[in-house]
C-alpha cells in the first residue's frame, strides 16, 4: 500500500469519524452534502482515487498562510466512464478549480458540480446522462416464438437492458408532493401526501427525511435494492428469459448487482399470507404469468432489513407488490405496481412509470462497497 | 507497517460504521430486546421481550421460556417514540397476582441495536428499566 493511499485511507476514516455517530458510507448525495453551502475550490490533485462507488480527487488548496487538504467527490467510475473520462483524466500535480457544495458535517469534504482544469480553462469529469434517442417511428415490441412480447434481448441475440426511469422516487399516483431525484422532500411537512401511511410509519418516513435519508441500507451497508426502487437505480435492470425452465432472470446493474427470479411455472407462494415465510428476502418470492401483452408479478416474503424505496418508505414483512411489465414499443417499458403493507399502510396504492431500452450493451458492472464513502 | 495502518484504518471505518450494519427498518418495536429491570441497579433482573407488530397492534411475551408473561395494552405513540406495556405476572416470592406497566422511550431509532428506557411499576415496587433491540 503506498503512503498516499494510506492517507486517503486515513482521510477518509477520519471524515467518518467526524460524521459519528451517523456515519455516512456510500450514500445518496443529500445525506452528505448541503445543497446550501456552495464552495469554490482552487488546489493542486495530490491524489485520485478511482473506485467505486465514487470518485475522490484529493486536492491542497492554499488558504492564507496554511494548506488544507480537500476530498473532492464525484460521480461513479461507470458514470464518469459513460461520458468519456478514464481514470488518467487528472494526474497528481494537476491544477484544479472545483466549484461544489460542502459537506454538512463541516469537514474538508465537497460533491463537486464542475471541475475545471485551470491550466486550460477545460472542463472535466462532467457526466451526461443522455437518455438514447427515440427512433422517429416507435418499433414495435419483438415476440417471442409463444406470441408474447420479449422483455429481454430481441430474437437475433440484440444486447440491451432497462434504464432511464421516467420517475426515481415512489409516491401514489395522485400525490404531487415535491422531491429530489433521491427521494428528499423538498418540505418534510407535506410527508403525509407522499402515500397513505400508519402513523408509525409516517414518522419514521419524516425521521427518516429530516436525517437526509443517510441511513438508508442500500448505500450505508450495500442492502440490496428490493422492491420497485430496483427499477429506479440509474444502472438499470435486464431481463433475461428461460423458457424453458419456465422462469426469468431479473438481473440488476445497480445496488449490489444482484439478481432476482420471476417464476412462471404456474408454482404458488409458500406457506401463509406473508409467503415464503421461514426465510423472508430482500427481493421477496415472485410469481409471474401472462395477461396478454402484460407481465404480472406477485411477489411477497420480503424481509424488512432494507428500503424499498428511494426515500425511505417504510414497509413491514406484510408486504405484497403486484406489479405489471408491458412493453409498449421495442424501446419503452411501462412499469406499473400496486403495494399492498397492511402493516405500514392504510390502504393498498399504486404507481408507475417508463423506462427506455438501451439497446446493443450489457448492464453496466457497477459495485457497491461497504464502508468507503 | 503498511499492511498495518491499512488494516487499523478499515477497522476504524468498520466500527464507526457499526451502529447500523444490520438495521431492521420495519415496526420499531418489532424483534427481540434484551435488559434490565429492577427496583434499583444493585437488585435489577434481566429480562427479555419478544415483540410484534401485526399492523394493527404490538403483540409479545416477556421473558419467554421462563416466566412468561404476555404483553398486553402494548402501544407505540409515534410523537417522542413513547413506549406503553402492562403485563400480568406473579410475585417470585409469595406468588401473588403482579400487574407491571411500563412507560418508556425509544432511543436511536435509526439503528438496530435502539434503545427503550424508562420505568416500570408492579404492585409496590418500581424502578428503572431498559432493554436494547438485539
Given at each position: 500500500m503506498s503512503i498516499r493511499s494510506t492517507r486517503l485511507a486515513l482521510l477518509l476514516g477520519g471524515s467518518l469519524l467526524a460524521a459519528a455517530p451517523t456515519v455516512i458510507a456510500h450514500h445518496a448525495i443529500a445525506a452528505k452534502f448541503d445543497e446550501t453551502k456552495s464552495v469554490t475550490l482552487n488546489g493542486i490533485v495530490t491524489d485520485v482515487d478511482w473506485k467505486n462507488p465514487h470518485v475522490h480527487i484529493l486536492i491542497n488548496v492554499k488558504t492564507g498562510n496554511d494548506v488544507v487538504n480537500w476530498a473532492v467527490e464525484l460521480e461513479s467510475p461507470i458514470a464518469l466512464q459513460q461520458s468519456g473520462w478514464a481514470s488518467d483524466a487528472v494526474q497528481v500535480g494537476d491544477t484544479l478549480t472545483v466549484q461544489g457544495i460542502s459537506a454538512r458535517n463541516g469537514s474538508k469534504q465537497a460533491w463537486a458540480r464542475s471541475v475545471v482544469m485551470t491550466k486550460t480553462g477545460r472542463q472535466i469529469l462532467m457526466v451526461r446522462n443522455t437518455m438514447p434517442p427515440a427512433p422517429l417511428q416507435p418499433r414495435p415490441a419483438p415476440k417471442g416464438a409463444d406470441g408474447k412480447p420479449r422483455l429481454g434481448a430481441a430474437p437475433g441475440g440484440v444486447l440491451g437492458y432497462w434504464a432511464y426511469p421516467s420517475a426515481t422516487v415512489l409516491k401514489d399516483k395522485d400525490s404531487n408532493v415535491a422531491m429530489d431525484a433521491s427521494g428528499l422532500l423538498k418540505n418534510v411537512a407535506e410527508a403525509d401526501k407522499v402515500a397513505p401511511m400508519q402513523p408509525w410509519a409516517l414518522a419514521l418516513y419524516k425521521e427518516r427525511q429530516r436525517r437526509f435519508l443517510q441511513d438508508d441500507p442500500t448505500y450505508l451497508n450495500c442492502k440490496p435494492p428490493g422492491g420497485p426502487r430496483q427499477f429506479q437505480q440509474p444502472e438499470g435492470v435486464q431481463f433475461v428469459e428461460d423458457p424453458v425452465r419456465q422462469r426469468i432472470f431479473l438481473l440488476l446493474g445497480g445496488g449490489n448487482s444482484n439478481y432476482r427470479i420471476l417464476w412462471m411455472d404456474g408454482r404458488g407462494h409458500k406457506g401463509?399470507?406473508?409467503?415464503d415465510d421461514d426465510n423472508p428476502l430482500y427481493y421477496g418470492r415472485a410469481v409471474a404469468q401472462w395477461e396478454g401483452d402484460t407481465l404480472v408479478v406477485d411477489t411477497r416474503g420480503f424481509n424488512e432489513d432494507f428500503w424499498f424505496t428511494n426515500g425511505g418508505l417504510p414497509h413491514t414483512e406484510q408486504l405484497r407488490l403486484v406489479e405489471r411489465f408491458t412493453r409498449s414499443d421495442f424501446d419503452t417499458l411501462r412499469y406499473e405496481v400496486t403495494i399492498e403493507d397492511p402493516g405500514a399502510y392504510t390502504r393498498n396504492w399504486s404507481t408507475g412509470w417508463t423506462m427506455r431500452w438501451v439497446a446493443d450493451q450489457e448492464l453496466p458492472k457497477h459495485f457497491c462497497q461497504d464502508n468507503r464513502p | 507497517m503498511k499492511t498495518a495502518i491499512f488494516r487499523v484504518s478499515l477497522l476504524v471505518l468498520c466500527v464507526a460504521a457499526g451502529g447500523s450494519l444490520l438495521a431492521q427498518e420495519g415496526h420499531p418495536l418489532k424483534g427481540s430486546w434484551i435488559g434490565t429491570w429492577g427496583p434499583s441497579k444493585a437488585h435489577s433482573s434481566d429480562i427479555i421481550l419478544t415483540l410484534n407488530w401485526d399492523g394493527k397492534a404490538i403483540t409479545g411475551v416477556i421473558n419467554p421460556g421462563t416466566d412468561n408473561m404476555e404483553v398486553k395494552n402494548a402501544s407505540l405513540n409515534p410523537e417522542g417514540w413513547l413506549v406503553h406495556i402492562e403485563a400480568d405476572g406473579k410475585n417470585a416470592a409469595n406468588g401473588q397476582a403482579v400487574h407491571y406497566v411500563i412507560d418508556g422511550k425509544i432511543d436511536n431509532l435509526a439503528f438496530r441495536n435502539r434503545t427503550v428506557t424508562g420505568t416500570w411499576k408492579g404492585g409496590s415496587e418500581s424502578g428503572a428499566f431498559k432493554i436494547q433491540r438485539q
Open positions: 401463509q399470507v406473508g409467503g | -
